[in-house]
């Protein structure tokens, strides 16, 4: 049955489930649930573990907690109000793919995303980004992709890796707080970043096939790491560019 759903802690029992192979709910209609994890529970997804549900939700009630450190791939996250925070962990390489909320205002979580080498893909149309735990708050490989608005957050965000825009239909983000890139710093064709008056910076490699948009009069850009290379096939504009680099590191414009 294509609107089945597995409740973790009511009717699995003990009240953990580990996955290590393949869940596929890609039959399940937009807002069908997947998995619920009730008060309690654990679910944990294997590294070799696939959730496929392009279209569901996956629910981590209060007191309950999720891991992947595979492959996740759902239409929304949700936690829920009211009692202990539930806790949702991307771990070390692991991918979460999501087209709708992640546990938004109404259903919130603590959302862990700074594991190394872990990547959030926000892959719907209009979306908000999550602002993930940590001091500051870090994601570790962040992609904004699909198409449409996507909202960035009035907080400071550090993503230690790779901040990507791949949308492939019209993709824009607008700056509401700094960003520090330990990576590479990506627009693809039909992407928009508007950088806001704020101090960003990039450790890494910059390219630029998209649209980059400088506030006017100010703002900065600061290029933080060693012999990095600012590319791409559209000319970019910043209104400040810092090049903070020591004797014998390079910036090489290709």
């Not at 791409?232 to 290709?254: D, H, Q, R, W």
Request: hydrophobic content about 40%; aromatic content about 6%.
């Amino acid at each position: 049955d294509a609107n089945s759903e597995i409740d973790v802690a009511a009717n699995v029992n003990p009240a953990s489930l580990t996955v290590n192979g393949t869940l596929d709910g890609t039959a399940q209609a937009a807002g069908d649930r997947i998995i619920r994890v009730s008060t309690g529970g654990s679910l944990t997804v294997g590294a070799t573990g696939i959730i496929d549900a392009p279209n569901s939700r996956l629910e981590v009630r209060d007191g309950a907690s999720a891991t992947n450190d595979g492959t996740i791939t759902i239409g929304e996250l949700r936690g829920r109000a009211g009692g202990t925070t539930p806790v949702f962990t991307q771990g070390n390489n692991s991918t979460l793919n999501v087209s709708g909320a992640v546990c938004d205002a109404a259903r919130p979580c603590t959302f862990n995303a700074s594991a190394a080498g872990n990547t959030v893909n926000y892959n719907g149309a209009a979306q908000t980004v999550k602002v993930p735990s940590g001091a500051p708050a870090t994601y570790y490989h962040l992609t904004l992709s699909g198409s449409g608005v996507k909202t960035m957050p009035a907080t400071a965000m550090t993503v230690a890796g790779n901040f990507t825009m791949s949308g492939a239909l019209a993709t824009s983000a607008t700056a509401a707080a700094a960003l520090t890139v330990g990576g590479n710093f990506t627009l693809a064709a039909l992407n928009t970043f508007t950088a806001g008056a704020f101090l960003h910076s990039v450790a890494g490699n910059w390219s630029n096939s998209g649209t980059f948009t400088a506030a006017a009069g100010a703002g900065t850009v600061t290029f933080t790491g060693l012999n990095s290379t600012l590319g791409g096939t559209t000319a970019t504009t910043f209104n400040n560019l810092i090049l903070n680099k020591t004797a014998g590191n390079n910036v090489s414009m290709v």
